[in-house]
């Protein structure tokens, strides 16, 4: 068994389903970690203030001894001109993370793995599950999922406060192993077909984009459907950052609440009936670039993140919170009990206070650091094993534990010999030409 990996950079897939290492101190709050989900990248500063930045520009070309918050004129020069991550007194805050978010993760992936290997197996594929009948609680593995990625992917946005730096971020950290991932899947769904139903060209090059569904195709692993959720869920919040609708609740996260209460339950009664024109496929386009099936709990998690942060009046946050879970169960046609949707929120923020400590135990931390690679990887090639172990007379739960273990221990060896390496090596190439890129607006503000 290989060793848990180290602290390095890494984030939200999952998404919600993206791994997270453990930091090597604690803050003053124990429970309150250095937050890398997305590590800071080499970049010029997120000002918020022009006079600020002015005003220290000034100060540099005169030698004035002056600071704002502690930041002096020869940081600014020496940062700013080296590239180096540099925030004004207004955004002056560190990166931290908080590891019982990432231990609820934890128990979300195990909870996606349980029910991936017989929902899937049984459901999509045509086999026996090796429990007899499917994990229950699948469905709540996504639902905390993207709760968390909410919650989590707003507080790295915001903090931020450059979509562009954010956006290259993920970008850095989902795809270069997704890529990887969806070709190996492609050799096993070739050579080991679980279904029987060849991969046209068209679907590969419809999933290699990250949003099949968005082209009318499915993913060549079921459970990948959840990367394009993700990834649509970033071009929303993205888009509303840079139009200023992000904490206008009712113009932003409302007006999408309304298209979901709206256009959802519409499309899924008119599928029989109209599934086969060009509005309904539009339509339903419409539907998977907005995440309109899940904007609901993508909007707690950011609503839950404001109440943690203070931000907004506590009685709007909460009300919106109750508005986002009526319009998730209006329209998610009862698969979802709302009592439990009530705990995991209940859940989501007692660990982002810092008030379930079992939560930070090793072994949880640990598996939320492989969290991607454990979920990338699983599904087809464990369900081709497990298929193989079953033919080979195996009892299905001794199948079942190898399957599992075999798992995270891929996901261990991809997290630390392949996916952190490459995700390194993209994210130091990026604050380089970065740094390049923004030195000269910098050198000309500085000279005046």
């Not at 971020?169 to 492609?186: G, S, W």
């Not at 079921?222 to 950052?241: K, R």
Request: with cysteine; charged share 15%; net charge positive.
């Amino acid at each position: 068994m290989h060793s848990a990996p180290s602290p390095s950079d890494s984030d939200s897939a999952i998404g919600p389903f993206s791994g997270h290492f453990p930091p090597e101190h604690a803050w003053d709050n124990p429970t309150v970690q250095d937050y890398w989900e997305e590590p800071a990248l080499p970049t010029l500063p997120a000002v918020r203030s022009s006079l600020e930045v002015r005003q220290l520009a000034r100060a540099v070309r005169k030698g004035r001894d002056v600071s704002f918050g502690g930041f002096s004129p020869a940081d600014f020069e020496r940062e700013t001109l080296e590239g180096e991550t540099v925030e004004t007194p207004s955004t002056l805050k560190p990166h931290r993370r908080i590891l019982e978010l990432d231990a609820l993760r934890a128990m979300a992936a195990i909870n996606l793995v349980l029910f991936h290997f017989t929902h899937v197996y049984a459901v999509k594929f045509g086999f026996s599950s090796p429990l007899g009948g499917e994990w229950p609680y699948g469905a709540y593995g996504v639902e905390l999922f993207f709760i968390l990625s909410g919650f989590v992917n707003s507080m790295s946005l915001m903090r931020r406060g450059k979509p562009v730096d954010f956006v290259a971020a993920r970008l850095i950290r989902i795809v270069p192993l997704f890529l990887m991932v969806i070709f190996a899947n492609l050799w096993i769904v070739t050579f080991a077909p679980l279904n029987g139903q060849p991969v046209s060209t068209q679907q590969f090059l419809a999933n290699l984009t990250l949003m099949p569904r968005v082209f009318g195709y499915e993913c060549i692993d079921p459970v990948m459907w959840t990367l394009q959720v993700e990834m649509m869920f970033y071009f929303v919040l993205v888009t509303l950052f840079c139009k200023g609708y992000l904490q206008r609740y009712f113009v932003g996260w409302g007006s999408l609440l309304a298209a979901s209460l709206v256009l959802c339950p519409a499309l899924d009664a008119a599928q029989a009936s109209y599934g086969h024109t060009s509005l309904f496929a539009a339509l339903s386009a419409v539907r998977h670039l907005l995440v309109l099936d899940f904007v609901p709990l993508f909007a707690i998690g950011f609503l839950l993140y404001m109440i943690k942060t203070g931000v907004g009046p506590k009685w709007k946050n909460l009300l919106g919170i109750v508005v986002a879970a009526g319009v998730f169960h209006s329209i998610d046609h009862g698969k979802h009990n709302p009592a439990a949707t009530a705990l995991i929120i209940g859940l989501v923020t007692m660990a982002a206070y810092g008030k379930i400590p079992v939560l930070r135990l090793k072994p949880f931390v640990t598996i939320s650091a492989i969290s991607y690679a454990l979920y990338l990887c699983h599904n087809n090639l464990g369900c081709v094993l497990l298929n193989t172990f079953d033919q080979a007379g195996l009892p299905p739960l001794v199948c079942l534990a190898i399957v599992i273990v075999f798992s995270f221990a891929l996901a261990l060896v991809i997290t630390n010999r392949i996916e952190q390496p490459i995700t390194k090596a993209l994210r130091r190439l990026y604050a380089n030409v970065s740094a390049r890129v923004r030195r000269p607006a910098v050198a000309e503000a500085v000279a005046g």
